[in-house]
């Protein structure tokens, strides 16, 4: 309590600032006005406290290592109130890319890894090495609770050492599972805002009983589109996060498909901003033109001139 107003107005002067003379008031609501405004832009969407009720990978880490190798990270999400998991198993299967393409094969020939988990956390992390340029598929399948769940994804990593990761035992072949794929051109590539994104299932398991997205861990407003028997198309709607010039944010997007055997089935992608959908025109223009000015100014504050031909 101070002057007579409760201690909740405080943070309200301090924006606003304490007198009429303060210069600085109106940059500090601007500020909050700003800051209202990016909040309201992440907590956007429908409120979802429901449990999730399927098993999928989430990029934790990827980074470069000091002898040239990549390091990459994810945990493994189970759902909420599982009480038995038998059987949990990890594969990834190692495509080396061909740089440059052999006989228009963009890959070499697959080798399958088995590999363990670590506890860390309360959450269940699978954690790679990778020395070679290549893309890794990733795969978890596990029966919980009586019921079959496979979790899936991919990423491109981009090694040099020339070193294989110590942990990882080659098997001869995946075990039989249901079979959950990414086609088209993201099946290679980051995925990207507002970039459709295929889901193939393969059609001899039967139709599913039913196919949903999961946005950031709630259900997403669009529902995917069925192309043709086993195949399902999705586009993530834009959003102000994914539409600022920054590489770094992304949105977790789950495929979900529940099939007619019972099994739960995810294909989990973290989905980057847009590359060539939001160029700032006339933000580069400006910059141009500031900096053309800025040099131009220089060179007469220094006493030359330019001459012309």
């Not at 399958?112 to 954690?127: F, M, P, W």
């Not at 994104?197 to 949903?212: C, I, K, Y």
């Not at 529940?258 to 400006?286: D, F, I, K, M």
């Amino acid at each position: 309590m101070e002057n007579g107003l409760p201690d909740h107005f405080e943070v309200v002067r301090f924006f606003y600032g304490s007198d009429k003379s303060d210069g600085c008031g109106m940059i500090r609501i601007n500020l909050l006005i700003y800051l209202l405004m990016l909040f309201k832009a992440t907590a956007a969407g429908p409120a979802w406290t429901a449990e999730p009720d399927f098993m999928s990978w989430r990029l934790a880490e990827s980074r470069r290592v000091r002898d040239g190798g990549q390091a990459v990270e994810y945990e493994l999400k189970m759902p909420q109130g599982v009480r038995n998991i038998e059987k949990l198993e990890v594969f990834y299967v190692l495509r080396p890319w061909n740089l440059p393409a052999v006989a228009g094969q963009m890959f070499g020939p697959d080798e399958i890894y088995s590999q363990g988990l670590t506890n860390e956390a309360d959450s269940a992390r699978l954690k790679l090495y990778c020395g070679r340029l290549a893309r890794l598929d990733l795969l978890a399948g596990a029966i919980l609770d009586g019921r079959f769940y496979l979790a899936r994804t991919f990423q491109n990593v981009y090694g040099d050492s020339g070193r294989s990761d110590p942990g990882s035992r080659r098997v001869p072949a995946l075990p039989d599972w249901p079979a959950l794929d990414l086609a088209g051109g993201a099946a290679y590539y980051r995925a990207q805002a507002g970039e459709e994104l295929r889901f193939h299932l393969d059609p001899a398991r039967g139709a599913p009983v039913s196919v949903e997205v999961f946005e950031e861990g709630r259900p997403a407003e669009a529902r995917p589109a069925l192309l043709e028997e086993g195949l399902y198309s999705y586009s993530t709607p834009p959003y102000p996060l994914l539409s600022a010039p920054s590489y770094s944010v992304t949105r977790d997007m789950v495929f979900v498909a529940r099939t007619g055997e019972g099994a739960v089935l995810s294909y989990y992608l973290p989905v980057g901003r847009h590359r060539y959908g939001h160029v700032y025109l006339q933000a580069g223009l400006a910059t141009v033109a500031v900096t053309a000015a800025l040099a131009f100014l220089a060179v007469r504050l220094a006493g030359r001139s330019f001459k012309w031909r």
